[in-house]
Structure formats: C-alpha cells, structure tokens
C-alpha cells in the first residue's frame, strides 16, 4: 500500500471542509459584485440561510418523472463531494488512501454533470432540455482543456495525483514558474468561468429561459433535492478553485503535521481561494455573457494555451 | 489433460446447435430455444476453457490437432494466453446472448416462419464456434476458415431479421467489404506461409524471422487493412452503423461486443507475435499509424454517433468510437515496446489498457444492444424520436440501460472510466518518455480522448434522456410493457461484469497476465498494474517508487455509497416535509410531450459547433397562405452524411462508373479492336516483366 503524508482522517477533514465552506465562497463572490456594482448586497451568509431554507421545504415532484429523479439529487451530491475528497487542501504530499488523482477528479465531475443532465430531461420540460443540450455541448469542449492543463504540468513530474504535484512545486510559487506554468494558468484562468458556471460562459443568477445553461437544469427540482443540487453546485466551485490552487500555487508543506502548519495551510488556502473568487467577480462584473455559439471561441483560446504549455514542456 | 476436453465440448455444443435447426421440421420455437441452449453452453464451456488457460501456470499453451480434411495442410488448434483471453470476451457476450435470444425473437417476431427460426439457430451457432475457434486457430487454413464462417454467418443473421431492402442492401455492403478485407488477409498470410513452407503458426514465425524491414512493414501493413475492414476503423467502416443495426439484436450485441475485438486479435498477433522482429522494437510507422488511425475512430466515431436518431445505429456508431480508443493503447504499445529503455512498463500499461478496453466495451456494448433490443421488441420502433416515457414502462431496461451509459461515458466508478484511466496514464508516460513533436502527438491523441469520453456522454445524456425519459411521444412508446425476464437476466449478466469490473479491476489483472506477458516478453498486468495489491491499480512501481499514480477503484466505489447514503438522509429535509405530484411548468400550458426536447434539437448545438466537419444537410419548406406572414406548415429536413461516405466512397463510386463509361465508348463490337486490346496488354505485360527481371 502507499505511504502517503496525508493520513485518512486529514482527508476527512478537508473534505468537509470544502463542502462547509462552498457557501461562503459564493457568498464571497455574490458580495465582491454587489460592491463593484455600488450595491450593498446580501451577507456572505446568504447561501446558508438559502440552503437551510430550502432543507426545510416540502418537495413538489413533475408528475411524469420517472423513479430516477428523486435519487438524481443524491448522486449528483455525493459525486460532487467525492471529486472534493480528492483535492489537497492544507497539506502537499501523497495522500495514505489511493485516492488523489487528478484523472478520477475530473472523472467524478463528469459523472455529477451526466447526472444532473439525466435528471434534467427526466421532468418532460423544455427548459431542462435545453438546459441539458447546453451544458452537454460545453462540457466536451471544456473536459479536454482541462486535462490538458493538468497534462501540462504532470507531464514534467509523471504522475498525476494531485498531492504529488503540489508537494512536487514546493514552496516557490511564482518566481519559480516554467514559461509553460504561465500558459497553463492563462489556460485555466479561461476556463474557471466555464467550469464554475459563471459569466462569460453562463449567468448563475439568471432565470431566464434564453440565457440559463445550469439554472435550467435545475427548474424541476424542488425543496430538499434542489437544496441538495445547489449545494452540489456549490461544492462544485470550490473544489475547482481547489484544484487551480492545487496545481498552480502548491499548499502548505507536505512534512508538516504539527498544529501550526496545518493552520497556516489552511489560512493560505481560504487566501487563494478568496483571491480566485474575486477574479471571478470581477470577470462577472466587467463582462457580458457570451452568445453561445461564441462560447467554443473562447474555449478554443483556453485550449491553444493550454497546448502551447504542453508544447513548451515537451519540445 | 480436462481443458482439451473443455475444447472438445465447446465444439461438440456449438455443433449440436448448428445441428438442432433439424428439429424446425417440427417446432420452429423448439429449434429456436435448442439451438440457443447449446450455444449457452457452448459458451459455458469455452468460459471454462479460457479460464483454466489463462489461470493456469505460466506459458500454459493448449494445443490440440484437427482431423485431416485437406491433404496439403494439417489443422491444429492452440490456445495460449492471447487467444484464451479473447475466447473468454467471446464466452461472456455468448453467455448473454443465448440466455436473451430466444426471448426475444419470439417478442420482437413472434409470426416468424420455421426456416427463419431454422435459420438463425443454425446461423448462430456457427457464428460463435467461428469466432470461438479463430481465437484458437494454430494454423492458418483454420483461422481463415473461420474467418470466412464468422463474416457467412453473421451475413446471414444480418439479412435475416426484417425483410426489407434496407437490410438486403447492408448485407450486402457487409460482405462486399468484409471480403475486400479478407484479400488483403489472403495475401499476408500467404506471403508468410509460402516463405515458411507450412501454414501452422511456428512456421509463420519462422518464416518472419529472416525478413527485410520493407516486407516486414508491408506485410503488417497489408494484415492492416484486413483487420481493420472488421474492426470497422474509419474510412473502412461504412458497413458497420448498417450491418449491425440490422441484425437481431442479440446478434447485434456480438458483433459489435465481440466480432470487432476477433479483428484486434488478429492485428495483436500479427503484429506483436508473427512479424515482431526478434529483438529489436516494432518499426515506428506501425505504431504511429495504428495511433493516429485509433485516434481518428474515436473522434470521427463518437461524432457521428451524436447525430444518429436510430438507437442501434448510434450504438454501432460508438463502437467505431471504441475499436479506436482500443487502438490507442495498441497503437502507444507498438511505439513503447522495446524503445522506453531498461525496466520500462509502460507499453505492458498500454496493452493492459487496449485488452481492459476490449472486455470492458464488450460488457457495456453487449448491455446497451441488449437494452436497446427489449426497447425494440416491445416497441417496434427503433427512432428514439418516436419513444420517450419508457423508464416508468420498462423500470428494469432503463436502470440497466442507465448502467451501461455511464460505463460506456467513461464515467467513475463503473469499467469504462477504469480503462480509459490506464489509457490516459500510459499517454502521459509515453509523452514524458518521447520529446518534440512525437511527445506532442501523444498528448494531442490524450487530448482527442478525453475530447472522446466528454461527447459519448453527451450522446448518452440524449440517448437515453430521449429514450427513456420524460413522455411517451407515440402509442408505440405508451403501451410498452417490461421486457420478459429472461432477457433481463441477459442483460443483468452484462451489468454486473460492467461492475465487477469497474470497481474490483484488480482482479481482472490476473486474467491479463498471460497475454500481455505472452505478446511483451515480459512481466504481466498484473505485476505492474497492481503492484500495491488487488485493489489499488497504479502504473507500475518506478525505480523511486514514488512518482507513479495510483488510484482505488473499490474505495472511490466505498466513498460513493458512504456519501449517498449521507446525501439521502439530507435529501429527506428536516421536519416532515411533504411531497406532491404537480405538472411540469411549462409556462402555463397544460403540458404534452410536445414539449419534450428531442433528439435532434438535443444534439444541435454540437451539430452547429463541429458543423464544419458535419455539413449537415438541411431543408426548410414553408406552405404560406398566400402572404408569406401567415405560414401553414413549415416541413423540415435534416440530414448528416458521414465525410468518408461522401468524400471517399462516393468519389470512387462516381470514378468508377466514368471509367466503365469510357470503357464502354471503346467498346464497338468489332472484333479486331479487341484483338488489338489483347495483343496491346500482352506486349505491356511482357515489357513490364522484362523490366522487373
């Protein structure tokens, strides 16, 4: 078996961690574009109340949905938190469990976004099928980019568990980086919007049939399950700022098991995520959403960055 | 010794099978069901066959000789690890099958004639005993015999299912192109055992031995384009998304689960036993071309599958998609093989992951044709537009269906992720290993499949969601009933190898070691893929031990079930919430299954993104009522043609029919012009001869 630094029960806590926290980073980002556009906006705490308001709900269920649907939510849900499990958070290193691939994250969202399509078309609506065919065409266009980011920089270390990757960067950040790691970030920095479900590529808040791509997916779902898909979604944003902080700017050091460095990991982790969190604010505030068929446009910058990263690395 | 006995059987049931369309001189039905029996166990056997091979002592070859049928060659048959291994995917797609068949010939034609059910009992039997002894030819007068009784037989079932001229037309192009295929075979192996002197396999190895590189490289090339016209690799694939779909669809469930994987044998043993060089690695030209030729399929593939609206077709479709994610991992095993230096690995992950790949699309191949049948036969339609509100009908197809989807979409934690993850893994090797553009092209091949997974779930969101969701659109889809339950136990077989292999790969491992240490000269799968014990799969242990991924499958299946048995007790709400049934909003209409989306409008958004490659056909008519505001009826058609139909196959049609026109101007019926003719061929032929010595 391996013998990975970051033992079982460190896992644990950084996974719930990243499900408690992914409230508030929308809630972050919700507040930042409230300030940018001189409203005073809700609390940073709005998504809480939202979910626990939502958790108390009775649910109203489409008459002509299948069996499927009520277990939809669940899935989704656990997909979602799973992919969490994966990402380092306080510490670099190995993880003790084989769990920490970058391919099987990716892999679990994947499987949370097949779900939620599913469940879309489930209800007979229109909306969710738009919803679902939308989501469906950007999702083969952003699956490849991504992994060609995290190719371009496992390519350099052979692996592509993500605890490796991180302890491999050690503690120098950007005054270290490879020309190739500059690409690879402009890559991802492209493709967060598309990843996170936000403006360029689509509009969290609206509800508006024409613009919606995630939104829509949602319409059926109702009470505890949509609470469930919202905190899905929620988690979903989180872990992959989690995986950018991953990849890009390595965690706290991978030998340090004493108290303070898992604090400090984790102080330094809640600044980056809240630093990538304003970045998306501000992409939101100063942008207008692109019309769909130009949304492979922009992807396709995403994807020649992230080739030329790989190029870079590899000639 | 038990296991030649087990050979003895196999041929002894399938034989007994072909043999049992006999008794359709009394009962179709009886012919029918004992004509599949035999064939169950006919597979039952070969499973044990394979199994004792491929878990027996290392090296373990079973051979056994034929009796003298041809006074020029003596047949034998061997069974090594390889052919063990592909007997076993063959077995378990038999197993299925036979258990799903009858059942289902008697929903889906149920006023079928006795000769027909005479017909298929016979054609099927001989289908998979030819599949079943290819795998285990040790000659090749055998291999080839087989060769032409596979490419017969399922000629046959493909013609025999409906009667129209559609499936007369596919047959058609069936056999037209498998034969064209078999030349190119024809020629390589004769080459090789004209060289040898003898036509059993040592020959042919002994003949390879002392060959230069061009007629080695011709040679690979020439067995190529034989396997690859079967394994329906793009361009050679025309037949396939029309031959499979007509046939059965049991039937359908072998040829694409398993009579495509045959071909892949036959290009693994060409290329890594008989023409292998002794010591040196593969030509890279091999490999390459096997590489970009996967990589193409797969893409081309799974495009092309987005836009098809007939469920069985979509599913041939993908197995274009599938052959060529197979061929990547062959493909990457050619170029790594020998050239990665001391202690490498990496070509035996690549390996594993083609043969993983193999069992894993048979499993999920296999469940979706079967899924698609019991939808056929209590529905008769096989246009996913005119269906829909199937999964409240048919609860148990739409859950094994669903299955298959996200096996078949690379989707965690089920076995088409797990094979496609060791694809990924050896294409990162492989691209760390070869710098400029070869390490390029690698990556770009690991881009296009993850481009690859990202669309087949696309297309299994549509096919699915359209089938088996929201409401019936017909009254074909809302008087569907459950399909009967043997065939669900068919399809329940598939389902639970979809999942055993997914999330306990590392047992498959055992069953990997024989051919891949057998084909690489060097340690098996599972010395290197589960170097950290049966549940953890990894790349292999490097010289640090340090820089190889891992990941466990069982424990991110363990995570998955603690997590929704969590995110279930939240789903419950807090405090008695109650939950009704209301319509789904549609905006204050009252809601019919008009406003289902469908498969086309589904999938448009990909058609106009990749329209550049699709060019899709497309005409709207308009009948107005004199002003063209008020419109009556607007009529629309769309259509995508494949680019290798109409660029390749239709240029060379319309070539060939100008030069036969030419031709037929010379032609004046006087006899003295063709005279000339003759005498002006010979004297070319003479010059070029003269030329040549």
Known sequence: ???????????????????????????????????????????????????????????????????????????????????????????????????????????????????????????????????????????????????????????????????????????????DWHAADFLGFAAMLVLLPAETGRIPVDNPDTHLELTMLHEGMLLEHSGPGLGCMVLASHTRQIVTLGLVSALFFPVGPADGTHATGLLLGAGVFAAKILALATYLALVESSYAKLRLFRVPQYLAIGFVCAMTALALRIL | MVLVYGLNLMAGCYAAGALSCLLARWSGRLALVAGHMAALAGAVAGLGVSLGVLLGEPGLTLTQPLPVVFPFARLSLSVDGLSAYFLLVISLVAVAAAIYGPAYLRTHAPDAGRARQAA?????????????????????????????????????LVVSDDRDGEDARAGLLYMVMAHGGTAFLLVAFLALTERGGAFDFAALRAAAGDLDDTTRTTLFFLAFVGFATKAGVVPLHVWLPRAHPAAPSHVSALMSGVMLKVAIYGMLRFAFDFLAPAADPLPLSWGWTVLIVGTTSAVLGVLYALQQHDLKRLL?????????????????????????????????????????????????????????????????????????????????????????????????????????????????????????????????????????????????????????????????????????????????????????????????????DAPTAGLLHGPGASAVVTARGPLVLSTGLTASGADATAISMTMVAALLIALTAIAWVLRRGAGGARSHAAPTWTCGMSPTSRFDYTATAFAKPLRLVFAALYRPRREVTRETAGTPYVVRRVHYAGEVVDVAETQIYHRAERDISALAQAIRARSTGRIHGYIGFVLGALFVALLLFGVVQ
């Not at chain 1, 499987?111 to 229109?126: E, I, M, N, S």
């Open chain 1, 1 to 175: 078996m391996m013998t990975g630094g970051r033992s079982p029960g460190l896992l644990l806590v950084e996974m719930s961690l990243l499900v408690l926290l992914g409230p508030l980073v929308t809630g972050t980002i919700q507040k930042v574009k409230a300030r940018l556009q001189c409203r005073a906006g809700a609390g940073v705490l709005q998504p809480y109340r939202d979910l626990t308001k939502l958790f108390r709900k009775g649910t109203v269920q489409a008459d002509s949905a299948s069996g499927f649907f009520r277990s939809i939510p669940v899935l989704v849900l656990a997909a979602t938190v799973a992919a969490g499990a994966l990402v380092p958070v306080i510490q670099a290193g190995s993880p003790a469990l084989p769990l920490g691939d970058a391919v099987l994250l990716l892999g679990l969202l994947a499987l949370a976004r097949f779900l939620t399509a599913v469940g879309a078309l489930d209800a007979g609506g229109a909306f969710g099928g738009m919803g679902a065919s939308r989501e469906m065409m950007l999702a083969p266009l952003v699956e490849p980019v991504l992994m060609m980011v995290v190719f371009s920089i496992a390519v350099a270390a052979g692996t592509t568990e993500l605890g490796a990757l991180a302890a491999q960067r050690g503690t120098s950040w950007i005054l």
């Open chain 2, 120 to 156: 298929q009992g016979l054609a099927l039997n001989v289908f998979l005993g030819c599949m079943a002894f290819l795998c285990c030819a040790g000659d090749a007068v055998t291999f080839l015999l087989c060769w032409e009784g596979m490419t017969l037989a399922s000629y046959v």
């Open chain 2, 316 to 512: 041939a479709f993908h197995s274009v998609e599938n052959i060529g994610i197979i061929l990547i991992g062959v493909g990457l095993a050619m170029i790594l093989w020998r050239r990665e230096g001391v202690g490498g690995v990496l070509a035996t992950v690549a390996l594993t992951a083609a043969l993983l790949h193999t069992i894993n699309h048979a499993a999920f191949k296999g469940l979706l044709f079967l899924g698609a049948g019991s939808v056929l036969a209590r529905t008769h339609v096989r246009n996913i537009e005119e269906l829909g509100g199937l999964a409240r009908r048919m609860p148990w197809t739409a859950g094994l269906f669903l299955l298959g989807a996200v096996a078949i979409s690379a989707l965690p934690p089920l076995n088409g992720f797990v094979s496609e993850w060791l694809t990924f893994q050896a294409l990162l090797g492989g691209a760390g290993r070869f710098h400029g553009p070869a390490g390029l092209g690698i990556v770009f091949s690991a881009a296009m499949l993850a481009l690859t997974g990202g669309l087949a779930a696309a297309c299994f969101v549509k096919a699915f969601g359209v089938t088996f969701l929201g409401r019936p659109r017909t009254p074909h889809a809302e008087h569907a009933t459950e399909a009967p339950r043997s065939m669900i136990a068919g399809m329940a077989w598939l389902a639970a190898l979809c999942v055993v292999l997914g999330v306990a790969p590392g047992y498959a491992m055992r069953l990997l």
